[in-house]
C-alpha cells in the first residue's frame, strides 16, 4: 500500500522562485535571529520540531523520549472522523519518528516502554486504519512495530511476560490482521519454548 503525503507541494522551478525573497531576507539575518525563529517555529508546529530533531539528530532523555513518541503516535494516527471510509490523508512522518523513537529507547535499554508504546500504537492505529477506506496506513504500523518485535526475538525478558505483551497487540488490533504473523509466530516460538 502506497504512503499518501499530507499536503501537495509546489513543482521544484515554483518552489525555487518563490523563496528566493526569502532566501535573500534570511540571508541578512544573524545566526542567533534565525535560530530563535527555528525555534519559535518549533514550539508552534511539531511537523517542524519533528523535522528538525530528525535531520540534526538531536537525542532526547528516555522520559521526554517517551513522552515524544506517545505524541508522534497522537500525531500518526489522527484523523478526522468525518473523513471515515475514505483514504483521508495522515501524518507518515509522525509514524517515521514513532520507528525512530522506538529504536532509540530500545538502544538505550528501554525495551518495556517501548513494548507499552506499541501498544498504544496499535490501538489507536488499529482503529486508524479501521476507520480508513483501504487501510493506507498498515505498512507504516507494521513498519514501527517490527522494531519492538526484532528486539523482543533476541532480549532476555521472561517469556511469560512477551507471551503476554504479543496476546495483548493481538487483542487491542481492531482490524485483526496488523502484523498478525509475526506476532503469533513469537507468541507461539516462546511458548513452545516454555513447555519443554
Do not use: H
Not at 508552534?44 to 503516535?73: H, K, M
Not at 505498512?139 to 518485535?149: A, F, H, P, T
Request: aromatic fraction near 4%.
Amino acid at each position: 500500500m502506497a504512503k499518501r503525503p499530507s499536503k501537495k507541494s509546489a513543482p521544484a522551478r515554483k518552489q525555487a522562485k518563490s523563496t528566493a525573497a526569502l532566501r535573500q531576507a534570511l540571508s541578512k539575518r544573524t545566526k542567533a535571529e534565525l535560530v530563535t525563529v527555528l525555534l519559535g517555529l518549533a514550539q508552534t508546529d511539531r511537523g517542524i520540531l519533528r523535522q528538525l530533531r530528525s535531520r540534526f539528530g538531536v537525542a532526547a532523555a528516555p522520559d521526554e523520549l517517551i513522552a515524544a513518541t506517545r505524541q508522534a503516535i497522537v500525531d500518526a494516527t489522527d484523523f478526522d472522523e468525518r473523513d471515515m471510509n475514505r483514504n483521508f490523508d495522515y501524518d507518515y512522518q509522525a509514524y517515521d519518528e514513532v520507528k525512530r523513537n522506538l529504536s532509540r529507547l530500545i538502544a538505550s535499554g528501554q525495551l518495556r516502554p517501548a513494548m507499552r508504546l506499541a501498544l498504544e500504537l496499535m490501538k489507536q492505529g488499529s482503529y486508524q486504519v479501521e476507520m480508513s477506506d483501504e487501510g493506507l496506513m498498515t505498512d507504516d504500523i507494521e513498519d514501527c512495530l517490527s522494531v519492538v518485535l526484532k528486539a523482543l526475538a533476541k532480549c532476555d525478558l521472561p517469556a511469560d511476560e512477551v507471551v503476554a505483551w504479543c496476546s495483548a497487540m493481538l487483542k487491542n488490533d481492531r482490524v485483526k490482521f496488523i502484523a498478525r504473523a509475526p506476532l503469533g509466530a513469537l507468541r507461539n516460538r516462546l511458548q513452545a519454548a516454555d513447555a519443554r
